[in-house]
């Protein structure tokens, strides 16, 4: 902890200048504190930390059950603040996030009335400042700043340390999920020990079945964790538990396997310690009836009995629980502990194995999407999130094509990138009608990436020692030239037969958050089509390099609009203009000198600032043009503009696992097919010449009066940056009786 009279000589002669100092000093004499334009100098955030609020009967009819302590500085004190729940819209969508400066226009001072020498400065209102941030430019390490506390609360834990304003909850949880550890409480790394163990009088699982109605206390346990699963959260108003998580992990003794739950305060303790291969000695645990409707690890391949009635609970209380990290070298031959398996599967043989089926696989990483969230369907509020990432192991022409969630790992999720070796274990196998198949993550799927292998398990797999053999017979130059970083990307296609209405395309706009990704389908007739292309110069001013966020296209006689649409246009009561190309709407070849900025660019805001998120920038994409799409709805009230931007290349990762069926370049079979043929492909050194825009243009009239049905990706990227992107055109056909 902190004191800040031990700060007072760094900061004398520069107290009379911070505005944040100033502010408190002014809240000491009055309960809200309006500022005035000139008085008000601007703030940088460096740290936006999220928890769950506390209930009152005002937020029992709201939706928003999230609180926000931002954490700011002018450049000579630091302070932790509470943000009002009326601002929690900028959080949102990412308006107000790290790294970024605004100005304080209104703010109070609230007191802990459960709490002596507590209190917090709150604020109501703020004004963002657009750019890179002012204050941070010279400030290298925020934590040698002073913190600043009102008069008599210099000692206070809360504003010193990693726990929320609010005192009622005890840790935060990750910014943008609540999958992911998240903050100081986390223990990992501890060493386990070297305890010499009593192990004549043990049981094994395969007597805890049996013995489940058994009101004598249970004999200690031997056991071997062969799986991990992710980490739940279940946090809610009115629960009384300070930490309510929840971890499944799969053990196994010489008798079979059974599943064990850590609950509560033993996930912040243990989770991060516990691994596929850890040995534990448990004491004082329960034995409950197992949870039926829960998935589970395929575990087969493991070959020994599985016991599912009942499971194993490690409690923080009634009773305590004694847990023992078992240390490695202390573990012996004769105790009978199982080794750990896997099923890992090749990309050849991904086509012979079932729907659903779990396996698990190694590959190199050539692409690697933006991350992105989508609602869980359990809770509007909470958010998985996930990316796409293609991986090749050299047994097939396809990349193993993986949509990755969060495993409860962020310190692996946000960093896999091309060139990396990728494992990923407990995949479930997507075969999709029309498309290559695909893996998706489950719950309990887990990561590693090249810097995290040694030690695992896995190493010694035949499969995984034969991968390892073929990336020693390629050449970095040559692997780098076909790989790529962030953009749009969707995969499966959209089935042949999608006729979804949605008629609450404004709401569905208005609702989506940071990063959020929805499907859409809109009933209508294209009006209008214009192509946008990348002017020849760039804009620069005083030789500043500003956030370059939205390419800059402009339009030059390559447009079509419909007979119709010049007076339906003065009828619809909307027009969203939404359909513009961003920088991360395209994806960027990848390069180890730009490996941190890329990686930055296509991961979610960082919940705390650092110096490298000022230091570098990201240089504009490359993007010749794309077309804009002027979507009127079947009732012609709205009308939206969508970006349409065709795969150009066999190289680009959307053009991975498209129907290459060839088409006659049409507006129509453009539109309906996804890409330009014939593809160009820089493997093969082919030249196609691709069709010019105004070809393309020229074709649109077939457009006219045809009832179609357009698929839409929408993704907010933050501020007022919401990506509306075109995906795939249906001629809609009446069915006749």
Not at 44 to 52: D, E
Not at 459 to 483: E, R
Not at 500 to 529: D, M, P, S
Request: proline share 5%.
């Amino acid at each position: 902890m902190e004191d800040n009279s031990s700060c007072s000589s760094m900061v004398t002669g520069l107290s009379q200048a911070s505005f944040l100092q100033g502010t408190l000093e002014r809240l000491s004499s009055t309960h809200c504190l309006i500022l005035k334009a000139e008085e008000v100098a601007p703030v940088a955030v460096i740290a936006l930390q999220r928890y769950l609020s506390e209930q009152t009967e005002e937020q029992q009819q709201q939706l928003d059950s999230y609180r926000y302590d931002v954490t700011v500085t002018d450049g000579v004190w630091r302070a932790k603040c509470f943000l009002h729940p009326s601002l929690n819209h900028l959080v949102h969508t990412n308006t107000l996030r790290t790294g970024t400066d605004f100005r304080i226009t209104q703010c109070c001072f609230v007191y802990n009335e459960r709490r002596l020498g507590h209190g917090y400065i709150c604020i109501e209102k703020l004004r963002c400042c657009a750019g890179r941030s002012a204050v941070l430019i010279h400030i290298s390490d925020v934590s040698s700043l002073p913190v600043l506390t009102k008069h008599g609360m210099e000692r206070s834990v809360v504003l010193q340390s990693d726990v929320p304003l609010h005192v009622s909850r005890k840790h935060y949880l990750s910014l943008w999920n609540n999958d992911d550890p998240e903050g100081d409480v986390w223990t990992s790394g501890s060493p386990s020990s070297d305890t010499v163990l009593d192990v004549s009088k043990i049981t094994l699982l395969c007597s805890l079945e049996s013995s489940f109605r058994n009101t004598r206390k249970p004999l200690p346990l031997l056991v071997k964790i062969i799986h991990k699963s992710r980490l739940r959260y279940y946090g809610k108003f009115g629960l009384k538990i300070d930490y309510p998580y929840q971890a499944y992990f799969e053990v196994a003794d010489q008798s079979g396997i059974m599943s064990l739950v850590l609950w509560n305060e033993l996930c912040p303790e243990f989770y991060e310690r516990l691994h596929v291969g850890t040995v534990l000695y448990l004491q004082n645990y329960t034995i409950k009836q197992s949870y039926s409707n829960r998935s589970r690890p395929q575990m087969d391949h493991h070959r020994m009995k599985t016991f599912n009635s009942v499971e194993i609970c490690l409690n923080p209380r009634n009773p305590t629980s004694v847990i023992t990290v078992v240390s490695p070298k202390s573990v012996l031959p004769q105790w009978g502990l199982p080794e750990v398996s896997y099923q890992f599967t090749t990309r050849s043989e991904l086509e012979k194995l079932t729907n659903n089926c779990a396996c698990d696989i190694i590959g190199l990483v050539t692409f690697v999407g933006r991350v992105e969230r989508v609602k869980s369907k359990a809770s509007p509020e909470r958010y998985w999130t996930y990316r796409w990432i293609h991986a090749v192991d050299g047994t097939s022409n396809h990349p193993f094509i993986l949509e990755i969630f969060s495993s409860s790992q962020p310190e692996i999720f946000t960093h896999i990138c091309p060139m990396t070796y990728l494992v990923c274990t407990q995949m479930r196998v997507c075969q999709v009608e029309g498309s290559l198949p695909y893996l998706t993550s489950s719950c309990e799927t887990e990561m590693f990436i090249t810097g995290y292998h040694k030690g695992q398990p896995y190493v010694s797999d035949p499969k995984v020692k034969s991968f390892i053999q073929w990336t020693k017979t390629l050449k970095d130059n040559v692997v780098l030239q076909k790989t790529a970083v962030g953009g749009y990307y969707c995969y499966p296609r959209p089935p042949p037969d999608i006729y979804t209405v949605n008629g609450r395309f404004l709401r569905e706009l208005e609702t989506l958050q940071y990063r959020e990704h929805k499907k859409l389908a809109i009933q209508g007739q294209i009006t209008a089509l214009r192509y946008m292309r990348v002017p020849k110069t760039t804009d620069s001013q005083g030789g500043v390099e500003k956030e370059v966020k939205k390419q800059t296209f402009v339009s030059d006689v390559l447009c079509w609009e419909s007979s119709n649409w010049l007076k339906q246009r003065q009828e619809v009561s909307e027009h969203l203009c939404q359909g513009s190309l961003y920088q991360d709407s395209v994806s960027r070849r990848f390069t180890f000198d730009e490996k941190n900025i890329l990686l930055q660019s296509c991961n979610l805001q960082p919940s705390h600032w650092t110096p490298e998120q000022s230091t570098d920038t990201i240089p504009p994409v490359v993007c010749p043009g794309y077309y804009q799409v002027t979507i009127l709805g079947i009732n012609k009230q709205i009308a939206v503009d969508a970006a349409y931007f065709p795969v150009v290349s066999a190289d680009e990762p959307r053009a991975v696992g498209l129907p290459m069926e060839a088409h006659g370049n049409t507006m129509l079979s453009c539109l309906s097919s996804g890409f330009l043929c014939p593809l160009s492909d820089a493997a093969s050194h082919s030249d196609a010449s691709l069709p010019e825009p105004g070809k393309i243009l020229a074709t649109a009239s077939e457009l006219e009066d045809t009832h179609v049905v357009c698929v839409l990706d929408l993704c907010h990227l933050g501020g007022d940056d919401v990506e509306v992107v075109m995906t795939k055109l249906y001629r809609f056909t009446p069915v006749t009786l």
